[in-house]
């Protein structure tokens, strides 16, 4: 459970926070790409005490048809949390929150994507926050990215989530839950790192114009460290497959040598087999031949003798 406001001190006079960050760190996170066997593309993503699970499926057909696009795919995107991912268990019904979260990540997601390549098709996301603690859509919305890469779904860029909050009149980066419901303010954004873009901005509590401009001047330079982790996650995964096959390739390359010396060994123990056959089918015949020649020499044929004897009787009887 939260502690009360006055237990708490979110941040110290140096600008020290309560599980001792400085203003602009960020908590620990990590990525593992591809954990699901049976969904196209997905990701787990731990960011501090944040656990969560992006899938992604299609793109596919869209049912019912009349939610197609005739000229673009349709990023649907599913946010739930479990019901063990709070201290109060949550209710497994999607409510209110859960919806619009899931609508605007979709939303945010859509701009990455060439949605035109896949008409009247749906690309689903679905996201299931496991365990949360502050900054879940920002944790959310990264997996979610980096599934849709390992799902090989063609992407103009990677999208990368952080959140700003204002605790006691000071800009901080990535709040965790407590710092996001004692804090001043929260602002969570998500950007495409490489164009540039910010695809996704919202702003609940208090922040004065400085402060909006130094959480923002603060939140690009995050979302592109956060983009620098999700790009290694990502290559590090198809090295790993890259280093697989070539594997396979070297194995297969070191054993074929062997394999054509079996080959020509065995090609010409043939080749020997059926000189020997011939050779010996050979001295056979002529072993015959001579057999015969001989037993010609030594016996006339009784047949010849008995047509003599009978036309010497027949011009006997002439006589
Ligand atoms: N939270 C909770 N119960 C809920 C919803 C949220 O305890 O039903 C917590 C959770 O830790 C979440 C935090 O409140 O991360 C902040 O929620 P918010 O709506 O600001 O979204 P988030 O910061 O997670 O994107």
Not at 11 to 17: A, L, S
Not at 244 to 272: G, N, R, T, W
């Amino acid at each position: 459970m939260a502690k009360n406001k006055e237990e708490t001190v979110l941040i110290t006079k140096d600008g020290i926070r309560h599980d001792g960050r400085k203003r602009e760190d960020l908590r620990e996170i990590s990525f593992e790409v591809g954990v699901l066997d049976r969904a196209d593309g997905s990701c787990l993503i731990e960011w501090g005490r944040n656990k969560i699970l992006a899938a992604v499926y299609g793109p596919r057909e869209l049912h019912p048809k009349h939610m197609q696009m005739p000229s673009q795919a349709y990023i649907r995107c599913e946010y739930r949390m479990a019901t063990f991912s709070v201290p109060d268990r949550k209710r497994p019904a999607p409510n209110r929150r859960e919806k619009e979260i899931s609508k605007l990540l979709g939303e945010a997601l859509d701009p990455a994507l060439f949605t035109y390549l896949y008409p009247r098709s749906v690309i689903d996301v679905f996201i299931e926050v496991l365990q949360a603690d502050g900054g879940t859509r920002c944790a959310a919305i990264t997996a979610a990215s980096l599934a849709l890469a390992d799902a090989g779904i063609p992407m103009r860029d990677l999208v990368s989530g952080v959140a700003a909050g204002n605790l006691s009149g000071k800009v901080v980066l990535d709040l965790d839950d407590i710092e996001d419901k004692e804090g001043e303010g929260d602002l969570p954004i998500a950007y495409l790192p490489n164009l540039e873009k910010v695809v996704l901005l919202q702003s609940d509590g208090i922040f004065t114009p400085d402060q909006y401009k130094e959480a923002l001047d603060m939140l690009v330079p995050a979302c592109k460290k956060v983009y620098q982790l999700q790009r290694k996650a990502i290559t590090d995964k198809y090295s790993q497959i890259n280093d697989a096959v070539q594997k396979d390739i070297d194995a297969e390359a070191k054993a074929k040598p062997a394999k054509d010396k079996k080959k020509a060994d065995e090609s010409k123990a043939k080749d020997d087999k059926k000189d020997k056959k011939k050779a010996d089918d050979g001295k056979k015949s002529k072993a015959d031949k001579e057999d015969k020649k001989k037993k010609g020499l030594k016996k006339p044929s009784k047949k010849k003798d008995d047509k003599k004897q009978a036309s010497k009787e027949k011009e006997a009887k002439k006589d």
